[in-house]
Protein backbone atom coordinates (compact mmCIF):
# COMPACT_ATOMS: atom_id res chain seq x y z
CA UNK A 1 0.00 0.00 0.00
CA UNK A 2 1.27 3.50 -0.49
CA UNK A 3 1.29 6.72 1.33
CA UNK A 4 -1.28 7.87 -1.34
CA UNK A 5 -3.46 5.29 -0.69
CA UNK A 6 -3.12 4.88 3.05
CA UNK A 7 -3.99 8.92 3.27
CA UNK A 8 -7.23 8.24 0.70
CA UNK A 9 -8.47 6.44 3.31
CA UNK A 10 -8.36 9.10 6.02
CA UNK A 11 -11.62 10.89 6.68
CA UNK A 12 -11.38 14.53 7.69
CA UNK A 13 -14.64 15.77 8.91
CA UNK A 14 -14.10 20.04 8.95
CA UNK A 15 -16.25 22.21 10.98
CA UNK A 16 -16.60 25.93 9.76
CA UNK A 17 -19.11 28.27 9.97
CA UNK A 18 -18.08 30.18 6.94
CA UNK A 19 -18.66 29.43 3.06
CA UNK A 20 -14.96 30.43 2.29
CA UNK A 21 -13.13 29.11 4.71
CA UNK A 22 -14.99 25.92 4.35
CA UNK A 23 -13.98 25.68 0.50
CA UNK A 24 -10.59 26.61 1.26
CA UNK A 25 -10.16 23.94 3.93
CA UNK A 26 -12.21 20.97 1.50
CA UNK A 27 -9.64 22.29 -1.04
CA UNK A 28 -6.45 22.47 0.95
CA UNK A 29 -7.89 18.49 2.32
CA UNK A 30 -8.52 17.22 -1.28
CA UNK A 31 -5.57 18.27 -2.67
CA UNK A 32 -3.92 16.09 0.10
CA UNK A 33 -6.14 13.39 -0.90
CA UNK A 34 -7.92 13.01 2.23
CA UNK A 35 -11.73 11.82 2.26
CA UNK A 36 -13.61 14.73 3.60
CA UNK A 37 -16.88 15.76 4.85
CA UNK A 38 -17.58 19.11 5.40
CA UNK A 39 -20.44 20.88 8.09
CA UNK A 40 -21.27 24.55 9.05
CA UNK A 41 -22.10 24.15 12.26
CA UNK A 42 -20.63 21.76 16.00
CA UNK A 43 -24.09 20.44 16.47
CA UNK A 44 -24.23 19.20 12.41
CA UNK A 45 -20.72 17.93 13.45
CA UNK A 46 -22.04 15.56 16.75
CA UNK A 47 -25.14 14.42 14.21
CA UNK A 48 -22.47 13.29 12.16
CA UNK A 49 -20.13 11.46 15.12
CA UNK A 50 -23.48 10.02 16.25
CA UNK A 51 -23.77 12.64 19.33
CA UNK A 52 -27.03 14.43 19.53
CA UNK A 53 -27.29 17.97 20.85
CA UNK A 54 -30.90 18.40 21.26
CA UNK A 55 -32.37 17.06 24.64
CA UNK A 56 -29.21 15.72 26.35
CA UNK A 57 -25.93 17.58 26.69
CA UNK A 58 -24.37 14.35 28.49
CA UNK A 59 -22.40 12.88 26.41
CA UNK A 60 -23.21 9.88 28.34
CA UNK A 61 -26.60 8.16 26.91
CA UNK A 62 -26.31 9.08 23.35
CA UNK A 63 -22.51 7.52 23.28
CA UNK A 64 -24.22 4.62 23.70
CA UNK A 65 -25.44 4.78 19.89
CA UNK A 66 -22.57 6.81 18.76
CA UNK A 67 -20.16 3.47 18.42
CA UNK A 68 -22.33 1.99 14.96
CA UNK A 69 -22.42 5.75 13.32
CA UNK A 70 -19.12 6.23 14.22
CA UNK A 71 -17.89 2.97 12.42
CA UNK A 72 -20.14 3.65 9.78
CA UNK A 73 -19.16 7.11 9.25
CA UNK A 74 -15.67 5.86 10.08
CA UNK A 75 -14.12 9.77 11.04
CA UNK A 76 -9.97 9.58 11.58
CA UNK A 77 -9.73 13.12 12.40
CA UNK A 78 -11.96 16.87 13.24
CA UNK A 79 -10.40 19.67 12.23
CA UNK A 80 -13.06 23.12 13.74
CA UNK A 81 -13.24 26.36 13.71
CA UNK A 82 -12.73 28.02 17.33
CA UNK A 83 -15.40 30.60 16.55
CA UNK A 84 -18.44 29.73 15.49
CA UNK A 85 -22.42 30.31 16.13
CA UNK A 86 -24.15 28.08 18.59
CA UNK A 87 -21.25 25.59 19.76
CA UNK A 88 -17.67 26.76 19.36
CA UNK A 89 -14.92 24.98 18.46
CA UNK A 90 -14.05 24.10 21.60
CA UNK A 91 -17.17 23.02 23.08
CA UNK A 92 -16.78 20.58 19.92
CA UNK A 93 -13.80 19.26 21.18
CA UNK A 94 -14.86 18.87 24.71
CA UNK A 95 -17.98 16.87 23.78
CA UNK A 96 -15.35 14.68 21.29
CA UNK A 97 -12.88 14.14 24.19
CA UNK A 98 -15.87 13.23 26.74
CA UNK A 99 -17.02 11.03 24.93
CA UNK A 100 -15.89 7.63 25.67
CA UNK A 101 -16.38 6.31 21.95
CA UNK A 102 -15.06 9.20 20.02
CA UNK A 103 -12.22 10.43 22.18
CA UNK A 104 -9.33 9.21 20.85
CA UNK A 105 -10.41 10.87 17.45
CA UNK A 106 -7.78 13.75 17.17
CA UNK A 107 -9.25 17.38 17.04
CA UNK A 108 -7.53 20.49 14.95
CA UNK A 109 -8.84 23.85 15.89
CA UNK A 110 -8.06 27.15 13.72
CA UNK A 111 -8.84 30.03 14.27
CA UNK A 112 -7.95 33.38 12.87
CA UNK A 113 -7.26 35.21 16.35
CA UNK A 114 -4.29 34.76 17.57
CA UNK A 115 -5.47 34.46 21.68
CA UNK A 116 -2.19 32.76 23.61
CA UNK A 117 -4.57 31.56 26.45
CA UNK A 118 -7.11 30.33 23.86
CA UNK A 119 -4.93 28.35 22.35
CA UNK A 120 -3.39 26.71 25.58
CA UNK A 121 -6.45 25.83 26.46
CA UNK A 122 -7.53 24.02 23.58
CA UNK A 123 -3.58 22.08 23.66
CA UNK A 124 -4.61 21.55 26.84
CA UNK A 125 -8.06 20.13 26.89
CA UNK A 126 -7.16 17.56 24.22
CA UNK A 127 -6.57 19.25 20.70
CA UNK A 128 -3.24 17.86 19.20
CA UNK A 129 -2.76 21.60 16.39
CA UNK A 130 -4.12 24.95 16.50
CA UNK A 131 -3.75 26.46 13.57
CA UNK A 132 -4.58 29.83 12.22
CA UNK A 133 -6.30 31.15 9.45
CA UNK A 134 -5.52 31.34 7.08
CA UNK A 135 -5.03 27.39 6.64
CA UNK A 136 -2.02 26.54 4.12
CA UNK A 137 -1.30 23.11 2.46
CA UNK A 138 1.81 23.02 4.98
CA UNK A 139 -0.65 22.59 7.99
CA UNK A 140 -2.57 20.12 5.88
CA UNK A 141 0.72 18.02 5.32
CA UNK A 142 1.28 18.15 9.33
CA UNK A 143 -2.22 16.61 10.42
CA UNK A 144 -0.89 13.34 8.58
CA UNK A 145 1.16 12.56 11.41
CA UNK A 146 -1.22 12.68 14.04
CA UNK A 147 -3.70 10.41 11.68
CA UNK A 148 -0.67 7.75 11.45
CA UNK A 149 0.18 7.92 14.62
CA UNK A 150 -3.42 7.11 15.75
CA UNK A 151 -3.38 4.50 13.30
CA UNK A 152 0.00 2.91 14.05
CA UNK A 153 1.13 3.67 17.68
CA UNK A 154 3.55 1.29 17.87
CA UNK A 155 5.10 0.85 14.19
CA UNK A 156 7.68 3.74 13.68
CA UNK A 157 8.45 6.30 16.42
CA UNK A 158 9.03 4.29 19.58
CA UNK A 159 11.50 1.94 18.22
CA UNK A 160 13.29 4.90 16.40
CA UNK A 161 14.07 6.84 19.39
CA UNK A 162 15.29 3.93 21.58
CA UNK A 163 18.04 2.42 19.22
CA UNK A 164 19.19 6.20 18.74
CA UNK A 165 18.98 6.92 22.30
CA UNK A 166 21.10 3.43 23.81
CA UNK A 167 24.14 3.17 21.17
CA UNK A 168 25.36 6.78 22.11
CA UNK A 169 25.62 6.21 25.90
CA UNK A 170 26.94 3.19 25.15
CA UNK A 171 29.74 4.70 22.78
CA UNK A 172 30.60 7.79 24.81
CA UNK A 173 31.25 4.96 27.83
CA UNK A 174 33.78 3.18 25.57
CA UNK A 175 35.72 6.04 24.74
CA UNK A 176 37.09 6.57 27.97
CA UNK A 177 38.38 3.09 28.36
CA UNK A 178 39.50 2.95 24.82
CA UNK A 179 41.82 5.96 25.44
CA UNK A 180 43.22 4.86 28.51
CA UNK A 181 44.19 1.35 27.02
CA UNK A 182 45.75 3.32 23.82
CA UNK A 183 48.64 5.21 25.84
CA UNK A 184 49.52 1.75 27.61
CA UNK A 185 50.77 0.06 24.54
CA UNK A 186 52.89 2.91 23.25
CA UNK A 187 54.50 3.26 26.71
CA UNK A 188 55.82 -0.49 26.32
CA UNK A 189 58.23 -0.13 22.87
Do not use: W
Not at 96 to 112: A, R
Amino acid sequence: MTVVDAEARFHVLAVDDSVIDRKLIEMLLRTSSYQVTMVDSGSKALEVLGLREEGDDDSSSPSSSAPDHHQEVGVNLIITDYCMPGMTGYDLLRRVKGSSSLKDIPVVIMSSENVPARISRCLEDGAEEFFLKPVKLADMKKLKSHLVRRKQPQLQPQPQEKPQAKPQQQQQKPQPEQQQQKPQPEQQP
